[in-house]
């Protein structure tokens, strides 16, 4: 399970940051500029590999208006009342490459209103279209945990099959011309 105070630090990022959840900045850029430090040391941080120090995490929670206990201990989602599957449902819906909204909605056997609905968080899915809508979003994202209970909403890492096609692309064409060179027979072979 990740860590509590890593989704806490998520959430309230999340929930005070509307530029966060139209994720026209990330987290980790947020999070840096609170607590001033880098941002390999906020993404550090969000990975659970390295912990705020007492100083940082003070700056954190006077920011946000939280006291320690609070935020040590406790869900802030689930204080808070959030209703994750809504949350991730609006979210991931959203994050669907163009076409692919009308192909869920067949696939679920939804109309466009009621996706529609879905994705602004007016309604949710029960049932099995809450069934079929879990098995398609799990399927186009590579979703390893349950999206009824596990935050992706707070993830800045979230994306389709075309985004991660398109980052591995990237990534290749970034690769120094030698480590290419070493990797092309084994990618090749890889992609054959």
Request: contains cysteine.
């Amino acid at each position: 399970m990740e860590n509590v105070i890593i989704h806490n630090i998520k959430y309230l990022i999340w929930k005070e940051n509307n530029e966060i959840r139209s994720r026209k900045i990330s987290t980790k850029d947020v999070l840096a500029k609170i607590v001033d430090i880098p941002q390999s040391e906020a993404m550090a941080v969000l990975q659970g590999r390295k912990q705020l120090s007492t100083a940082q995490q003070d700056l954190l929670l006077k920011y946000f208006h939280v006291d320690e206990e609070t935020f040590i201990l406790g869900s802030l989602l689930e204080l808070d009342n959030v209703c994750i599957v809504k949350e991730n449902i609006s979210f991931l819906i959203n994050q669907l490459e163009h076409g692919k909204k009308s192909e869920l909605g067949d696939f679920v056997g939804a109309n466009h209103s009621t996706v529609w609905r879905w994705c602004s968080g007016e309604s949710v899915p029960t049932g099995k279209k809450l069934e079929a809508l879990v098995l398609f979003l799990n399927n186009y994202f590579f979703l390893d945990k349950d999206i009824r209970t596990y935050p992706f909403f707070l993830d800045d890492n979230i994306s389709g099959i075309y985004s991660k096609k398109q980052q591995l692309s990237q990534m290749i064409f970034e690769l120094p011309d030698e480590e290419f060179k070493s990797l092309y027979s084994s990618l090749k072979k890889l992609l054959s």
